[in-house]
């Protein structure tokens, strides 16, 4: 008796969609690309460094993936990174807007007193984490608009909330609570238009950047006061990213999910 034919392969869930990930020769970005892509997606990576983008183009060699170095902290950096990926896929259903942190990350930058920190190191916070994601959404709106379809994932972070030292600093804290403003406000105004705005809020991430800015005494620190002991890798953070770039949440909008392994 012949065996029975194999069940054909299911479409991959993201096939054919396209994306837009700034930051995304980081550690949470370079995750989500490799996540998107693995689901069938196509994604136009963005960052600053030319370097790194090259070794994502090595991590995953497909021509599903392209890549421009841009700053997409500068007005016209963000409409060309937009208009690029308009342009390479026809459609772009989302947008992942995950560049900024904090510049020199350090004991000495956590927790900065408020009359340590500059102006100029303010505004330098201000503008990598609130304005890349203003500047990312307020190009692509007319696109997502016009399709009325569209999906934006911002990255905030715990910080945001001010419930915790060695979290962030005055600088920093007020960006990301940014984030999570503009998130609330542009899920209301933009939903008629089909577009899903939502923010995810990480904790302290645990990747290669912070293991070698801060000492194995305050990463062991963070741990412990993390409920479930563990910490969060920028794997985990992409995972939730990632959910809220797929039509598994299409009705889901305005909302904030700490990925911060139930640290709030």
Sequence with gaps: MSAAPAAPAAPAVLDGRGFVV????GGIGGELTGLLLADGAR????DISGKRLALLQE???TDRLTVQKVDVGDEAGAGLACKTAVEQFGAVHGLANIAGGI???GDDVIDRPIDRITLAEYEQTVRLNLHTCFLMTRAL???FRARRYGKVVNVASLAAFGNFEHMGNAGYDAAK????????TLSRSLGPDGIRVNVVAPGSVYTEKVRQAFSPEFLELQKRRIPLREHVGPLDVAK???FF?????DAVSGEVVRASGGLR
């Design 22 to 25: 700034t930051a995304a020769a």
């Design 43 to 46: 994604v136009h990576a963005c």
């Design 59 to 61: 991590r995953f060699p």
């Design 103 to 105: 510049a020199g990350i």
């Design 141 to 143: 709106v007319p696109h």
């Design 177 to 184: 609570a940014g984030v999570v403003g503009l998130t609330h």
């Design 240 to 242: 939730v990213l990632a």
């Design 245 to 249: 770039l797929s039509p598994a949440s």
